[in-house]
């Protein structure tokens, strides 16, 4: 493997560790996929399969021949933060978009959520946006937040976080998309959250956890952890025992001319 996609593993393993670090990552939890196809060479990206073709539920007709690293399923992020290619794979989609092979050097099988990643990749690309990446991870607050029903609707969340403090506003300033729960790994929780993509980077799904598209693994990171601060300020007021002012919509609106931000209607 040439040294720019080494470089990008590297700050993958990175951000699996901070998912650990943080506590979002119990047991098997979260999965992370990155499109690494423009850090291959022409003669890599044709690496022979080592295992026979998975088939995928649906034509990923805009991920033609594109290569992905992707965290493998019952993999622990704490390990793959110390060995990314024992406990993940790269996966290349098959011209047709219909299937995967494995091109790694060990047959690692990816994440039980990858529908829902080639789909939200899929539906990106065809949509002309340049995100290579879904971070999908279990922050603890957050999905407490998901468990509260007058809380768990897009403005209100949205809203309630970004009142915290201002980066939130700044930091994820698409706000909130809402999935209700579904089961994981199934193509109903990828369409619903494609859905929210629409408008939004950052996705909750009800009682289960937080998914974040964007160019960079960094990136992604961050606005969970953002979101994360924003939580933790509210639960701390509220264990306090007061609820916290929040900031204004004067306050938050100040904030739109003076970091160039689109306000949202
Ligand atoms: P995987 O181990 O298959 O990636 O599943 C973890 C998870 O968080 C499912 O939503
Ligand atoms: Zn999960």
Redesign the pocket.
Known sequence: MNEVLMREIARIAEVAGYLWAKGWAER????ISVNVTALMSEEEKKRPAIAPAVSLPEAMTALAGHIFYV?????RMRYVAQAPFANGSLIRIADDGLSYEIIAEEAIAP???LPSHLLMHNYLRAKGRDNKVVL?T?PTDLIGMTHCKPLIQSEVITRLLWSMIPECRIIVPKGIGIVPYEI??TVELAHATIKQLEKHDVVFWEK??ILAVGEDIIECFDAIDTLGKSAQIYFSARMAGYEPEGMTDEQLDGLVPAFGLDKIE
């Open positions: 098997n939890g979260g999965n965290t493998g399923t019952g993999k994440t039980s959520e999908h279990h994981p790994g289960h956890g």
